[in-house]
């Protein structure tokens, strides 16, 4: 989970890599994804 967080928050196309965790990891796994990226968003509104 860590390298998945570690390349969520470096992946340029955040919102298809996150397609790409709805399609292979748990629901568990999804839900700890989406709130890493939305808590990154949050703190980081300069990227977008």
């Known amino acids: ?3 998945i967080f570690t390349l969520l928050l ?3 196309n955040n919102t298809v ?3 790409i965790v709805t399609n ?3 629901p568990e796994s ?3 994804s989406q709130y890493s990226y939305k ?3 949050i ?3 300069s990227s977008y």
């Open 1 to 3: 989970m860590c390298i």
């Open 10 to 12: 470096f992946n340029q």
């Open 17 to 19: 890599y996150l397609h």
């Open 24 to 26: 292979r990891f748990s």
């Open 30 to 32: 999804l839900f700890t």
């Open 39 to 41: 808590n990154f968003r």
């Open 43 to 45: 703190l980081n509104p």
